[in-house]
């Protein structure tokens, strides 16, 4: 009895303040279980978190965009393939896309995610206009989620595309002539040819290109 006195005179505060500290989610639901006080401590530190990543953990989309829900304050959302396998598919970018923190989210990594299509992205991307950063490497999006992008991402600064093989020169160039702040896009292992890049740097010459060594060192145009 007197060990609950204890806890229950522990302030919110205080209580969510700690909990934040504790990065296992299995943790996290453990300590939610202890009683009502310790749920509601779980929850306010869930809304305080500034980042999220479920990198190494096998996540699932309900599980997912339970935690997302309740990240009030979130702004980075890592949700990248783990060694244990991921288990996010469109459904799951769905869920998140409801969250009211997307709206703020600056960076999004959804790197090797192989369970999801331009559906899901398309779903996602279009409600995060904050957005600066975006990981969509490994993954088979098309020109359609580029297109999603270039129009909902205005403040986009850097995209990477690692192995996106069904990406083109036409998705490519809708991406960079709307995002008027994009500074970097990684483009290795694309089926792009040389002369889109080329293109790219003519319509942003600022823009570094992804991986360096490309040889890009050409003279441009004279427009």
């Known amino acids: 009895m007197e060990q609950d006195a204890e806890i229950d005179r522990l302030p919110i505060d205080l209580l969510a303040h700690i909990l934040m500290m504790i990065t296992s989610f299995t943790d996290l639901a453990q300590a939610s279980g202890v009683c009502r006080k310790w749920k509601q401590g779980v929850k306010e530190a869930l809304a305080r978190r500034k980042t999220l990543s479920f990198a190494g953990y096998k996540m699932d989309d309900d599980s997912t965009a339970r ?69 969509v490497g490994g993954t088979f999006i098309t020109d359609e989620s580029l297109s ?51 293109g790219l740097l003519t319509i942003r010459p600022a823009l570094q290109i992804k991986p360096r060594g490309l040889p890009l060192n050409v003279m441009l145009p004279v427009v």
């Open 67 to 135: 935690l997302v829900r309740h990240a009030y304050s979130l702004k980075e959302l890592d949700i990248s393939r783990s060694r244990w396998g991921c288990q996010i598919t469109d459904d799951g970018l769905y869920q998140i896309s409801l969250a009211k923190c997307v709206s703020n989210l600056t960076s999004i990594s959804l790197w090797g995610i192989t369970g999801i299509t331009d559906k899901g992205v398309v779903q996602l991307i279009t409600r995060a206009n904050s957005l600066q950063h975006l990981n």
């Open 148 to 198: 999603a992008i270039a129009d909902s991402c205005p403040r986009l600064k850097s995209i990477v595309l690692w192995s996106c093989r069904h990406v083109t020169e036409k998705g490519l160039i809708v991406l960079v002539s709307k995002c008027r702040k994009l500074e970097s896009i990684n483009v290795w292992g694309t089926r792009v040819p040389l002369d889109c890049f080329i």
